[in-house]
């Protein structure tokens, strides 16, 4: 089990989700500005941007895509950490045209980013790859909709079929939007040699042992376990914010 610490103190560094394998040469976002401002990056190996992949968010009305995740995505593309063509696709219930999504989600990182104001210039390109596709978490024909959404993504901005599925809604709706994303064959085997397909599960999985254990069992039946990301905000903060407490309590971290 993978289980993937993202607070707001490392959001930034969310391009975990995704290979570190690119077909482009690599991309160093200001090494150079880096070392300057943080000596001990000197040496460590730089950021790399991936290749272009659409991230659908399932849940994308709520609170955590306006509050965390829109801005968060929006600071990477601020610091040149997103490639060019990378797509956002948000999926949920309201009636949103794109435009209206894409008003939306400019107010909320408006409130929210960490790099604000926001930068127009930014935000015209990053609003190019923001869509949206309207349909109930249990409703087959809305996934069809979003298969055809993806596949014209493939072909007009080059992500060719690279998929990261992030399911920011209450459990209850997990094993349903997995079993239609592999009804719908909207899911690769990574055994298989082709594009990745990746699904992130937010907080909570399940609310006792045995409904994260039959959460589990419903994520495996679509997905491989590798292809699985389980994200806690709180999971390792406490010890993150004492870190120098926990330095120089344990005399076996001393030099």
């Given at each position: 089990?993978?289980?993937?610490?993202?607070?707001?103190?490392?959001?930034?560094?969310?391009?975990?989700?995704?290979?570190?394998?690119?077909?482009?040469?690599?991309?160093?976002?200001?090494?150079?500005?880096?070392?300057?401002?943080?000596?001990?990056?000197?040496?460590?190996?730089?950021?790399?941007?991936?290749?272009?992949?659409?991230?659908?968010?399932?849940?994308?009305?709520?609170?955590?895509?306006?509050?965390?995740?829109?801005?968060?995505?929006?600071?990477?593309?601020?610091?040149?950490?997103?490639?060019?063509?990378?797509?956002?696709?948000?999926f949920a219930r309201p009636d949103y045209?794109?435009?209206?999504?894409?008003?939306?989600?400019?107010?909320?990182?408006?409130?929210?980013?960490?790099?604000?104001?926001?930068?127009?210039?930014?935000?015209?390109?990053?609003?190019?790859?923001?869509?949206?596709?309207?349909?109930?978490f249990g409703e087959p024909q809305a996934?069809?909709?979003?298969?055809?959404?993806?596949?014209?993504?493939?072909?007009?901005?080059?992500?060719?079929?690279?998929?990261?599925?992030?399911?920011?809604?209450?459990?209850?709706?997990?094993?349903?939007?997995?079993?239609?994303?592999?009804?719908?064959?909207?899911?690769?085997?990574?055994?298989?040699?082709?594009?990745?397909?990746?699904?992130?599960?937010?907080?909570?999985?399940?609310?006792?042992?045995?409904?994260?254990?039959?959460?589990?069992?419903?994520?495996?039946?679509?997905?491989?376990?590798?292809?699985?990301?389980?994200?806690?905000?709180?999971?390792?903060?406490?010890?993150?914010?004492?870190?120098?407490?926990?330095?120089?309590?344990?005399?076996?971290?001393?030099?």
């Open positions: 089990m993978k289980i993937c610490n993202w607070g707001p103190f490392n959001i930034q560094h969310s391009t975990f989700l995704v290979p570190i394998q690119s077909s482009n040469p690599m991309s160093v976002a200001a090494p150079a500005q880096a070392l300057a401002v943080n000596p001990l990056r000197e040496g460590l190996e730089q950021e790399r941007v991936p290749d272009a992949s659409c991230l659908v968010i399932f849940g994308a009305s709520g609170d955590l895509t306006g509050r965390k995740l829109l801005p968060a995505l929006y600071s990477l593309a601020h610091d040149g950490l997103l490639p060019a063509g990378q797509t956002i696709i948000g045209t794109d435009d209206a999504f894409r008003m939306a989600m400019r107010e909320a990182c408006d409130k929210f980013a960490r790099t604000r104001p926001v930068d127009d210039a930014v935000w015209e390109n990053f609003a190019k790859g923001l869509f949206y596709v309207r349909g109930d996934y069809s909709k979003l298969n055809q959404k993806l596949q014209e993504c493939d072909r007009t901005r080059g992500t060719g079929g690279r998929r990261i599925y992030y399911l920011a809604v209450p459990p209850q709706f997990f094993p349903v939007i997995s079993e239609l994303l592999g009804a719908e064959k909207m899911v690769t085997d990574p055994e298989g040699g082709g594009p990745f397909t990746r699904v992130i599960i937010e907080k909570p999985f399940g609310h006792d042992l045995q409904s994260a254990r039959e959460l589990n069992r419903v994520a495996v039946t679509t997905f491989r376990e590798r292809q699985v990301f389980r994200i806690d905000h709180y999971l390792g903060k406490e010890t993150v914010q004492n870190l120098l407490v926990l330095r120089f309590a344990n005399g076996i971290f001393e030099p």
